[in-house]
């Protein structure tokens, strides 16, 4: 069994950075496709950013060049680094796991992630 771990979260003024970790545990080596979600209050998850099977990324339009995905390979401990952070980015964040490799660019279809995290708290203040 696969679980998810984030940590990191917290409360930050905007203009602040965070950078929130997803720790797995279980089947980890089989965790090459990887991703962050994030949920608002009242809104929809939305893909923020996914990482695949050769560290190829993508991201959502509204956190291009302020947000970064990465990844420890060793421990494939899965970060989201954040920075110029904004009331709008205020959201509950999920990392989530494939249970496939995803040679190409990874996907946000939240259906093709078999493994979810609790999901950790980030709060913007303007």
């Known amino acids: 069994q696969v679980q998810l771990v984030e940590s990191g979260g917290g409360s930050v003024q905007a203009g602040g950075s965070l950078r929130v970790s997803c720790v797995p545990s279980?089947?980890?080596?089989?965790?090459?496709?990887m991703a962050w979600f994030r949920q608002a209050p009242g809104k929809e998850r939305e893909g923020v950013a996914a990482?695949?099977?050769?560290?190829?990324?993508r991201y959502a339009d509204s956190v291009k060049g302020r947000f970064t995905i990465s990844r420890d390979n060793a421990k494939n401990i899965l970060y989201l680094q954040m920075n110029s952070l904004n009331p709008e980015d205020t959201a509950m964040y999920y990392c989530?796991?494939?249970?496939?490799?995803?040679?190409?660019?990874?996907?946000?279809?939240?259906?093709?992630?078999?493994?979810w995290g609790q999901g950790t708290q980030v709060t913007v203040s303007s």
């Open positions: 990482m695949g099977t050769y560290d190829n990324t």
């Open positions: 989530a796991a494939a249970s496939f490799n995803c040679p190409g660019t990874p996907e946000f279809n939240q259906n093709s992630y078999k493994y």
């Open positions: 279980g089947l980890t080596a089989r965790l090459r496709c």
